[in-house]
């Protein structure tokens, strides 16, 4: 069942173009169609607020969702761990729109953090890739990611898919709220179209670059990884794969962080893997690079192609196609995954399951 792949991850990550195509492809026949939201233009004219919800790699989608609503849609995001939202008493009314982010639909302290924003009043969300699971039950309405049964432990091809949606539903919002233009939404609407071939590109450039860097830096000792705006959703995702899969420790900050603690880490033998696609801080993310060599840490950069000066500040890049800035996390988080997935196997792990670690976690 693994079709030809030597693990699960390994296939689900090569499943990553259609996961996105299927997720968008017949929202998009004619604008952005997401009637199964079961919320009027009206209604989302009149949203005072949008919490996102979710756990794990659930929660690092929704950050992304958050810039895109917020950009498109402008309305103010607050993004929430699940287990933390459900014990914080927090303010909520029918103003407000939850979504719960939850690929399995299972995840104990999203449904309890769903119960609660329903109790409370607030309209509420499941964004979810299992039809029928007890997200689907207990939400005012699903977007349904479409990535298809996801066998790995490490979320892979859920992750790009909820993204992907997200996109869309800051698209649809921005659209009915009348703060995005017809011509800068449909704009956007060809670049998610490009995604699936952007990834299959990707996935194929990426992997032998990918794989020397895994091979110098098996044992590494810890990885850092930073990012700003954007692109720090990916470092986060980025680092949860690598310590999930080969228990390498690993810490994700916001660049403009680093001065304020994290820097004290770097020595020459810390491998810091950056995040500097195309956007509007990507100068200071070179600046930051700066700092990090300026240590004598080693960067290993993450670039949208063409960006030649990047290589000059970073010892390695690594190059993915060129999309909108705003749509950039999905070809960046490839290159991360496929360093986790060659760190692990390198290390002789089992990459589908994880030690301690379940699919789903059905308890607190
Ligand atoms: O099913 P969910 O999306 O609610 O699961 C939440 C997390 O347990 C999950 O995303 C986890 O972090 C990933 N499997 C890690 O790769």
Wanted: proline share 4%; charged share 25%.
């Amino acid at each position: 069942e693994k079709g030809g792949y030597e693990t699960f991850m390994l296939k689900e990550i090569y499943e990553q173009p259609a996961a996105i195509k299927e997720t968008i492809v017949d929202r998009l026949s004619d604008g952005i169609a997401l009637s199964e939201l079961g919320l009027t233009a009206e209604e989302a004219r009149r949203l005072r607020r949008v919490v996102i919800v979710g756990c794990g790699t659930s929660y690092h989608a929704g950050l992304v969702g958050r810039y895109a609503i917020e950009r498109w849609a402008r309305v103010p995001v607050e993004m929430e761990i699940a287990s933390e939202f459900r014990y914080r008493d927090p303010v909520l009314d029918a103003a407000d729109l939850v979504l719960a982010i939850t690929q399995s639909g299972e995840t104990a302290d999203t449904l309890a953090a769903m119960r609660l924003a329903r109790e409370r009043g607030a309209r509420v969300i499941a964004v979810t890739n299992v039809m029928g699971s007890q997200a689907t039950r207990e939400a005012d309405g699903v977007l349904y990611t479409r990535a298809g049964l996801e066998i790995g432990v490490a979320a892979t091809k859920t992750f790009v898919a909820q993204v992907a949606v997200m996109l869309l539903l800051g698209l649809w919002l921005g659209e009915a709220r009348g703060t995005l233009s017809s011509t800068e939404r449909d704009r956007l609407i060809t670049e998610l179209r490009a995604l699936p071939d952007a990834v299959r590109e990707t996935i194929e450039r990426v992997r032998e670059p990918v794989r020397a860097i895994a091979e110098h830096w098996q044992s590494a000792g810890f990885f850092l990884y930073l990012g700003r705006h954007i692109g720090l959703p990916v470092c986060l995702e980025g680092a949860l794969k690598l310590k999930e899969i080969s228990y390498v420790p690993t810490d994700a900050y916001a660049a403009g962080e680093m001065k304020h603690g994290p820097i004290a880490l770097l020595d020459e033998r810390t491998p810091v893997v950056c995040v500097a696609c195309d956007s509007p801080v990507l100068e200071k993310v070179l600046s930051n690079i700066a700092e990090v060599r300026a240590r004598g840490a080693h960067v290993v950069a993450v670039a949208t192609e063409g960006r030649k000066e990047v290589a000059e500040h970073a010892e390695e890049v690594i190059y993915v196609p060129r999309t909108d800035w705003m749509l950039q996390p999905i070809p960046a988080i490839v290159p991360l995954q496929l360093l986790a997935y060659e760190i692990a196997r390198l290390r002789g792990l089992n990459v589908d399951q994880p030690r301690n670690l379940a699919k789903t976690v059905t308890v607190e």
